[in-house]
Nanobody, 124 residues
Framework: QVQLVESGGGLVQAGGSLRLSCAAS????????MGWFRQAPGKEREFVAT????????YYADSVKGRFTISRDNAKNTVYLQMNSLKPEDTAVYYC?????????????????WGQGTQVTVSS
């Protein structure tokens, strides 16, 4: 069982930056692949970024590639999402997710463990 708690959301102007954090409980964090997803009002939850258990493999949605960076610190049981050059269309609730596995995963259905979400609002 893994519990996830996101933080770092907030209100930012277009072009600005935010860094989201996701703190995980449990001693097996280093064996979990991690993902970030987001959900805007009236829309389905969508994939943003994922990172393998070791941090050696990352993968991004086309909409955030070059602007967002996912990373992890296994010693701190934490995964991060650095978001730069934010746009109003990035406004959403951002969720952290975890699953056991050696690779990376991009589907909502791949992840059994989810955080409660953190709101990111980008004003124009």
């Amino acid at each position: 069982q893994v519990q996830l708690v996101e933080s770092g959301g907030g209100l930012v102007q277009a072009g600005g930056s935010l860094r989201l954090s996701c703190a995980a409980s449990g001693r097996t964090f280093s064996s979990y692949a991690m993902g970030w997803f987001r959900q805007a009002p009236g829309k389905e939850r969508e994939f943003v970024a994922t990172i393998s258990w070791s941090g050696s493999i990352t993968y991004y949605a086309d909409s955030v590639k070059g602007r967002f960076t996912i990373s992890r610190d296994n010693a701190k049981n934490t995964v991060y999402l650095q978001m730069n050059s934010l746009k109003p269309e990035d406004t959403a609730v951002y969720y952290c997710a975890a699953r056991a596995g050696l690779y990376y995963y991009i589907s909502v259905n791949d992840y059994p463990y989810w955080g409660q979400g953190t709101q990111v609002t980008v004003s124009s």
